[in-house]
């Protein structure tokens, strides 16, 4: 096995397109990093890095880091995720995140003590029962701006995940390249929020979807996620993700 690393999104998509698409599904970050990517947005100031792994001519594995979030996995055996650990064992690894076995093989050969501090479900829909709920949605406009920036903060307080460092920049790149964020309303009033990346290889991922505290129990968050993923599978989509369940793990690894 050979493991190949730049610093260049072309060169990397050339190499590692056809091996995520294959699944895109189980690599859905990574396609829809390079998505980003290609359309021009960025994460942050500090330049990315791009690792894949080839064997016989084939990509087997892939990796990447957009500073200042973790190592991205794609899904792949655990002796690929070997190698890759063991070639970027220099390189700064606060932490990854993909499936336990891989995310367990990379951080061993990379040398590093490990143990898992989130774990989630990837939950997969290929079609919708609206739930019958009270209100209608709507898309995310100008006016909902201090709004969207409040929620979002609070999503990412409760759930434990990194906040954007321009969540409004995000939002309108997000908009501008076929993803979106809708509101649920209710007697004029937002109570709930779900966001849509733009499809890649056919599977949007579903999210953030957030709920205010005061404003659940009463089923928004289900029928908003609804007619967004209905709005996916009516443009095209073959599936929709969405990651969720976050909790502490009984002892489960992790970088």
């Keep these: 096995m050979d493991v190949h690393v730049t610093a260049d999104v072309a060169t990397f998509e050339r190499a590692v397109a056809a091996f995520l698409e294959r699944d895109p599904v189980r690599n859905t970050v990574l396609l829809t990093v390079l998505s980003t990517l290609r359309a021009g947005g960025s994460y942050s100031d500090a330049d990315p890095w791009f690792a894949w792994v ?5 990509t087997v594995g892939a990796a990447l ?21 063991e070639h970027l064992a220099s390189y700064e690894l606060p932490g990854a995140f993909g499936d336990r076995a891989t995310v367990a093989a990379f951080a061993d050969a990379a040398g590093h ?10 939950y997969v829909q290929h079609e919708v029962v609206p739930p019958a709920t009270a209100g209608a949605p709507r898309a995310v406009a100008d006016d909902d701006a201090d709004l969207y920036v409040r929620w979002e903060a609070d999503f990412a307080a409760e759930a434990g995940v990194m906040r954007s460092a321009d969540a409004l920049g995000s939002l309108r790149h997000r908009v501008a390249t076929g993803g979106g964020l809708w509101l649920w309303d209710v007697d004029g009033r937002p109570v709930s929020m779900c966001g849509r990346t733009p499809a890649v290889a056919g599977v949007p991922r579903i999210g953030p979807v957030w709920t205010p505290p005061e404003h659940r129990r009463h089923g928004y968050a289900a029928a908003i996620t609804a007619y967004v993923c209905q709005q996916a599978f009516d443009a095209g989509a073959s599936a929709c993700t969405l990651f969720g369940g976050r909790g502490q793990p009984h002892r489960q690894r992790d970088l």
Aim: proline share 8%; charged share 20%.
């Design 54 to 58: 080839s064997m016989d001519d084939s």
């Design 65 to 85: 880091r957009t500073p200042p979030y973790k190592v991205a996995l794609a899904g792949m055996p655990a002796a690929v995720a070997h190698a890759l650990g």
């Design 113 to 122: 003590r490990h143990e898992t501090r989130v774990s989630e479900i990837q």
